[in-house]
């Protein structure tokens, strides 16, 4: 499992260097998301709507991943079903924005 995660981290760190502009971005608009919880997906797709799309679609995941070291969204134990035809349906948690 910690190879898998090392991986994991080290594409989402070369995917953060190319969306460094997008990245911040988004990070600056993530408090202003009109809602209190949301999911990943919901998050993605209201940045988007806010600061453009980015260069991959990885870069959304490298978002929350980083807004969760920075402690601008946390983990509220609950699931959502995704919405996105390309998600799906899956489950996927539910995060509180601070």
Known sequence: ???AKTLRDEA?????????TWLQLALDELP????KEATGEQIRIWVCSRVGA???????GALILRALKLRLIEKTGKMGQMKTRSSH?????????R
Do not use: D, F
């Not at 989402?12 to 460094?20: F, S």
């Open 1 to 3: 499992m910690k190879a």
């Open 12 to 20: 989402l760190e070369r995917v953060e260097e190319k969306a460094k």
């Open 32 to 35: 202003n998301y009109p809602s």
């Open 54 to 60: 980015p260069h991959h679609h990885n870069a959304a």
């Open 89 to 97: 349906a899956r489950m996927t948690p539910i995060y509180r924005i």
